[in-house]
């Protein structure tokens, strides 16, 4: 099963608004890592969050880290319809160069 | 830099037709690893090299599928004979692992949509 499961699978929000993504995961991990994935693009990364970090900034992205519930949260503030995209998370359990990644929640910004 | 390179783009080819594509990593990254995305499976990671060499290949879907390393500079992925459930995107993505660092970014390609009529 995968290590990272988004929710919701799918957000549409008016322009302005806060988007917030879930992800949560059943190992422990080094570190978790959002990417954003346009359509019929490849993924570009975001953030990452260490293990012992709780919280973390991005100009309008913001990321939390709760490795006692085994979940992370994206949020996206002001949101822009060039936000439009796919989000994954990606956690990395093994030490090494590997990456688990969720299914992703698909973000639709209208404008 | 240029970033990760894949090549075809796009590959429209006749079922049991052999199938390869090409990824060149970002220079100086020592994994390199091979994704398909459906619709229906998500991104699945099929394969990845370390330093050129296969570590992990568990993803790989059947004996279809080959995936080599030559070289640090280049891999590829081959499908003979490709079937028409091989039809997807095809992501290369490299990264590197600085020494006495924990953080370990990918860098994706642009993808091969492949189509197997």
């Known amino acids: 099963s995968q290590q990272g499961e988004e929710d919701p699978q799918a957000l549409s929000i008016q322009e302005g608004e806060n988007a917030t993504m879930n992800c949560s995961y059943k190992?422990?991990?080094?570190?978790l890592q959002w990417y954003r994935q346009n359509s019929g693009r490849g993924l570009v990364h975001l953030i990452l969050?260490?293990?012992?970090?709780r919280e973390k900034h991005s100009g309008r992205l913001r990321v939390t880290l709760d490795t006692s519930k085994k979940s992370s949260s994206l949020l996206i503030t002001a949101s822009r319809a060039a936000d439009t995209a796919s989000y994954f998370c990606?956690?990395?359990?093994?030490?090494?160069?590997?990456?688990?990644f969720g299914q992703g929640t698909e973000l639709s910004v209208k404008p | 830099d240029a970033g990760v390179i894949q090549s075809p783009r796009h590959e429209v080819t006749e079922m049991g037709q052999e199938v390869t594509l090409r990824c060149k990593p970002i220079?100086?990254?020592?994994?390199l690893f091979w994704y398909r995305q459906t619709m229906m499976r998500g991104l699945e990671l099929l394969i990845y090299?370390?330093?050129?060499?296969?570590?992990?290949d568990s993803g790989m879907p059947e004996d279809r599928f080959s995936a080599k390393m030559p070289n640090a500079s280049f891999s590829t992925l081959k499908i003979q004979p490709s079937e028409p459930r091989d039809s997807a995107v095809y992501f290369c993505?490299?990264?590197?692992?600085?020494?006495?660092?924990?953080?370990?970014?990918?860098?994706f390609g642009p993808g091969t949509r492949l189509t197997v009529l």
């Open positions: 993505a490299s990264s590197s692992i600085a020494q006495g660092a924990t953080y370990n970014e990918q860098f």
């Open positions: 190992t422990s991990i080094n570190n």
């Open positions: 969050i260490r293990s012992n970090e």
């Open positions: 990606a956690t990395d359990p093994y030490q090494g160069g590997k990456l688990i």
């Open positions: 220079s100086g990254h020592d994994y």
């Open positions: 090299f370390n330093n050129n060499v296969p570590i992990d």
